[in-house]
């Protein structure tokens, strides 16, 4: 399995990055890290769906995003 930066992937790593960054758990108040982490991927389709015209690119977008590990990020979260 290949790592990056101390994340699962390089995907993991550069999704949290520009999206989740700064998230905090205080930001997902109450939820479980399957909610969070369902939330998050919401997130990013949603961005996805919206600033994506091209199929082709979209296919590229939803191929990458297939490697996200969310789960990962959710814990990441409310591990800080």
Do not use: C, K, P
């Not at 919401?42 to 990458?64: C, H, K, P, Q, R």
């Not at 996200?68 to 990020?73: A, G, K, S, W």
Request: hydrophobic residues 40%.
């Amino acid at each position: 399995m290949r790592t990056y930066n101390g994340w699962t992937n390089y995907e993991t790593w550069r999704i949290n990055l520009e999206f989740f960054d700064a998230y905090t758990a205080h930001d997902m108040a109450g939820e479980t890290a399957d909610e969070i982490a369902e939330e998050l991927r919401e997130i990013v389709d949603s961005y996805i769906d919206e600033n994506t015209s091209s199929a082709l690119v979209y296919g590229w977008a939803a191929s990458f995003l297939n490697d996200v590990n969310y789960d990962e990020i959710a814990q990441a979260i409310l591990d800080d």
